[in-house]
């Protein structure tokens, strides 16, 4: 069965400091992976997906991330984070093939953004 | 404006209460999805639903029940058979129901007992 692991529960950043979150993925074939962003009480955003074709997926509120085959990475970058990105932050695969049994869900990083 | 509602915010339960949450979405989607979130262990599928009449259980099925007699409605009944049921519950969608599908997903109901 796939699975995904986000390494750090908890991440402290500095506001206007480069962030990266870290996602790697178990899967026998190139799954579909995601990045949703969910703030307290609230559902989860899409941040970004990757399907196929270019590594580098950009993303809404200036979020990127790099697909990695060789270390099964899919980790989130910002260049300079702001207060309002302070939220949990989950990493999401999606299988190829037939059915519709949705994603599977890291559990997801803490994003705490210091002044 | 498109989207997926959740009722209640917030609902509280008695032992041996059954309590339903509601979720309903006019994105005119085909799959419907209820994920249970727990602090610290991400989000895990209860029940899922490719077409209205048919649904498939999730990882963690035992103790709830769902209906999906129409295609915007999906609700989800939480059991007396559930004994651990605090958590927060999320209902989501997609267009088809597709492996890998992006979700789209309803703002979710804190659900307690009392």
């Known amino acids: 069965a796939q699975s995904v692991t986000q390494p750090d529960i908890h991440i402290t950043v500095s506001e206007g400091a480069s962030l990266e979150l870290r996602c790697n993925y178990s899967y026998g074939a190139t799954p579909y992976l995601f990045w949703y962003v969910q703030s307290p009480g609230q559902g989860l955003q899409l941040l970004l997906k990757?399907?196929?074709?270019?590594?580098l997926v950009q993303g809404i509120k200036g979020f990127e991330a790099e697909f990695k085959r060789s270390q099964s990475s899919f980790n989130l970058r910002k260049p300079s984070v702001h207060w309002s990105d302070a939220a949990e932050y989950f990493c999401a695969v999606g299988l190829s093939g037939g059915g519709a049994d949705g994603l599977t869900f890291g559990k997801g990083t803490h994003l705490i953004i210091q002044p | 404006d498109g989207g997926i509602t959740q009722s209640p915010k917030y609902l509280f339960r008695k032992e041996g209460q059954n309590v339903t949450l509601s979720c309903e979405q006019n994105?005119?989607?085909?799959?419907m999805y209820w994920y249970r979130q727990d602090p610290g262990q991400g989000l895990r599928l209860i029940y899922y639903?490719?077409?209205?009449?048919?649904?498939q259980k999730g990882d963690i099925a035992e103790g709830y029940s769902v209906s999906r007699e129409k295609k915007e409605s999906f609700p989800l009944t939480v059991t007396s058979a559930q004994k651990n049921p605090t958590a927060f519950y999320l209902c989501a969608s997609s267009i088809i129901p597709r492996r890998g599908e992006k979700l789209f997903f309803g703002s979710g109901t804190q659900l307690s007992v009392l």
């Open positions: 990757y399907f196929s074709g270019d590594t």
């Open positions: 994105l005119n989607h085909d799959a």
């Open positions: 639903s490719q077409i209205v009449n048919d649904f």
